[in-house]
């Protein structure tokens, strides 16, 4: 059974950083690509970021709203994803999902706020 | 970036009730378009990718169809289970982009 459990989430101050975590068990992690999804409180989803496989050079991909502020990265030996969250805005609030296109589950999302 | 229009954004019907969610892209996608419900307790899972096929054990009544740039999710007898929030989403082009949403619900 495919399982995605994201971890890390929290309230945080403007400016601040957070990493998540995306622990995964039941596929070949090593070849999957991951996905990160965020849903706003006006429940909006948003693409964040992709990682690709190690066969494909990890190449990652950004929205445009967090390049340059956020981190996709992997450790293929834990089957986790992770993303590293810098300079945070009040507009990154959301709940973050961690995704594998594999699946049709999503995994339970992880709240983020971010507010002073 | 491709932006998703998808309509309407409220859904009235009835038990049983045939229904129809449009998404229209701003250029073609070319079938690279996935269907998602999520339930009120945050849970989301993919009804139907690539346009028209349909996830393992997903039941019959939802069926997806379109081409180029207009695309259609519909539920052919709706059951109470079916009353949740539909999104699309196409996956193209980078920046992955999701439609607004559709809320389905009881009239």
């Known amino acids: 059974e495919v399982q995605l459990v994201e971890t890390g989430g929290g309230l945080v101050q403007p400016g601040k950083s957070l990493k998540l975590t995306c622990a995964t068990s039941g596929f070949t992690f090593s070849n999957a690509w991951m996905h990160w999804v965020r849903q706003s409180p006006e429940k909006q989803l948003e693409w964040v970021a992709q990682?690709?496989?190690?066969?494909?050079?990890?190449?990652?991909y950004y929205a445009e709203s967090v390049k340059g502020r956020f981190t996709i990265s992997r450790d293929d030996s834990k089957s986790s994803v992770y993303l590293q969250m810098n300079s945070l805005k009040e507009e990154d609030t959301a709940i973050y999902y961690c995704?594998?296109?594999?699946?049709?589950?999503w995994g339970q999302g992880v709240m983020v706020t971010v507010s002073s | 970036d491709i932006q998703l229009t998808q309509s309407p954004s409220t859904l009235p019907a009835s038990l049983g009730e045939r229904v129809t969610i449009s998404c229209r892209a701003s250029q073609s996608i070319s079938n690279s378009l996935n269907w998602y419900q999520q339930k009120p307790d945050g849970t989301v899972k993919r009804l139907i990718y690539s346009t028209s096929t349909l996830e393992s054990g997903v039941p019959s009544r939802f069926s997806g169809s379109g081409s180029g740039t207009d695309y259609s999710l519909s539920i052919s007898s709706l059951e109470s289970e079916d009353f949740a929030m539909y999104y699309c989403?196409?996956?193209?082009?980078?920046?992955?982009?999701f439609g607004s949403g559709t809320k389905l619900e009881i009239k």
């Open positions: 989403l196409q996956y193209a082009t980078y920046p992955l982009t």
């Open positions: 990682i690709k496989a190690k066969s494909n050079n990890y190449a990652t």
């Open positions: 995704t594998w296109p594999g699946s049709k589950y």
